[in-house]
């Protein structure tokens, strides 16, 4: 078994063929804000996460769309 020194160095992260890690969430249109928005009135339960998962979205645009941020940008 190798020891943890053997382990360390390139092996540490990952390298990607254009140098970024892929994208694994949409981007946030007026509709998806809105989808949000209703998500969190009919489910009062979910959390921004949950709400995120299920729109395939980052939290951070979530938690943006429930404060407000794209009401007026679209």
């Known amino acids: 078994n190798p020891t943890l020194d053997q382990n360390?160095?390139?092996n540490m992260y990952r390298v990607y063929e254009n140098g970024k890690?892929?994208?694994k969430s949409r981007?946030?249109?007026?509709?998806?804000?809105?989808k949000?928005?209703?998500?969190?009135d009919e489910f009062p339960h979910m959390?921004?996460?949950?709400i995120a998962n299920a729109l395939?979205?980052?939290?951070?645009r979530v938690s943006e769309a429930l404060s407000g941020k794209y009401h007026d940008k679209y």
């Open 47 to 50: 959390s921004q996460q949950e």
């Open 36 to 40: 949000a928005i209703e998500l969190r």
């Open 27 to 34: 981007k946030m249109t007026k509709e998806l804000a809105t």
């Open 8 to 10: 360390t160095g390139s």
């Open 56 to 60: 395939r979205l980052n939290i951070g």
């Open 21 to 23: 890690a892929p994208i």
